[in-house]
């Protein structure tokens, strides 16, 4: 079957515009519900609607300014016109107030998804204490004979392998704010965008969600010994500060003021980046930039394993995730897809 995407002709509905603050909304009256129920209240001490909310509009910036600046720079020499004339028009025409306001709107609404996604996933503990490791650890031994990450450790290595592993992994905390400022600004229709930023905030939603469900730490954090011959790599390093991180919020949830961020099932990683690669599939992305994709979301699906990070049951329910946070964010911004026939015959899909 072959997937192929057919720019929609018509601006995205108005659906579409409120797909992202609706989730945020949504999100955030049911986090502070919770958090008013716990003490804890809305918490953000890693600077989610700060530092990293910046770095982000200084991603849009940047990207804004590729934008425009060499078409300007292009229609200049083109019609022998002044350059800063030139580039304005550009601006002009390219960046309405209403898309530069909608840019900043579908931005911080996707950041508070992610603030309030932060808090509940500290209130799994809270809610869930008990934890599933040990039933998930002899569920995966049995099958396997040895752990996965005992086994791939053996199959690839502990050396460069570990290395190379730990930087696809943390490419993570780059991606999404990355995907977020190329969807909105290079976009040449703002549904494609509006679409993203969707499947992002129901990853988050249906993350936090999954938590409850089967309450884990994951191998690493359930039995460290597995991973005791692994160099000091970046991911390491992280695990050992997540780990402090929780200690500090569960010996004083109230008083702590910090957050936890350790929960196995389901592994985000693998579902946002394999949403990502199923929407550049159906936009039909250039082709190189697909296999790229296909290669980090191979890649992390390892590193979550290899790391211990997750349990293989953690990587399916991912890909669930995924496949149901397109669907979703489809329907609520409205792309639609449907059966239609290609020139030579084959069934397509378009949204």
Not at 85 to 96: C, D, K, T
């Amino acid at each position: 079957m072959q997937v192929r995407h057919e720019a929609p002709s018509k601006p995205a509905p108005l659906r579409g515009y409120a797909a992202a603050p609706a989730i945020a909304a949504v999100m955030l009256v049911a986090t502070l519900i919770a958090g008013e129920h716990y003490g804890i209240g809305l918490r953000d001490p890693d600077g989610v609607i700060g530092a990293r909310l910046v770095f982000v509009f200084a991603l849009v910036g940047i990207f804004w300014a590729l934008d425009v600046f060499p078409r300007g720079i292009r229609r200049a020499v083109t019609n022998s016109a002044p350059v800063l004339r030139s580039i304005l028009g550009v601006a002009r025409e390219r960046w309405s107030w209403r898309r530069a306001g909608t840019v900043v709107g579908l931005i911080i609404a996707f950041y508070i998804t992610y603030l309030c996604y932060r808090n509940v996933k500290s209130y799994v503990p809270l809610a869930r204490p008990e934890l599933m490791d040990y039933d998930l650890l002899e569920f995966e031994r049995s099958l396997f004979g040895e752990n996965p990450a005992t086994l791939l450790h053996q199959l690839l290595g502990t050396g460069i392998t570990a290395h190379v592993l730990s930087t696809t992994y943390l490419l993570f905390l780059t991606f999404v704010p990355l995907s977020v400022a190329v969807a909105l600004v290079w976009s040449t229709n703002m549904s494609a965008g509006l679409w993203w930023i969707a499947v992002l905030s129901l990853n988050w939603v249906l993350g936090a969600a999954s938590y409850f469900v089967l309450p884990s730490l994951g191998p690493a954090f359930a039995s460290p010994e597995l991973f005791a011959d692994l160099p000091r790599t970046g991911t390491v390093a992280l695990q050992d500060v997540l780990l402090e991180d929780r200690a500090a919020f569960l010996g004083s949830p109230i008083g702590s003021g910090a957050l936890q961020s350790i929960a196995a099932f389901a592994s985000l990683h693998v579902s946002i980046v394999l949403s990502g690669v199923i929407v550049a599939h159906l936009l039909r992305a250039p082709r190189a930039f697909r296999i790229a994709l296909w290669v980090y979301f191979v890649l992390t699906a390892i590193a979550t394993i290899y790391f211990g990070w997750h349990y293989l049951v953690d990587d399916l329910g991912g890909v669930v995730i995924a496949l149901v946070a397109v669907y979703g964010g489809a329907r609520m911004t409205g792309w639609r897809f449907e059966p239609i026939r290609s020139r030579t015959g084959i069934l397509a899909s378009r949204a």
